[in-house]
């Protein structure tokens, strides 16, 4: 397994869910739910992931616009 990351070979798409989930990592509720068992580390990793491609749709219709 690689242990470091080299951000310059990363997809746009992969570097804005690392930032999500950098976001998402920090609020309490996201801790509180895990906690209970409500929500696992896979299920935060992967909403990071479709919240980026969310941004990247978007991303596309405002370039579209330009």
Do not use: C
């Amino acid at each position: 397994m690689t242990k470091d990351i080299n951000m310059q070979h990363m997809t746009m798409k992969e570097y804005v869910s690392i930032a999500l989930l950098g976001e998402l990592i920090t609020k309490e509720s996201i801790w509180e739910s895990m906690g209970k068992g409500e929500t696992t580390p896979q299920d935060v990793v992967k909403q990071s992931f479709h919240w980026a491609e969310l941004w990247m749709l978007a991303r596309e219709e405002r370039d579209a616009k330009t």
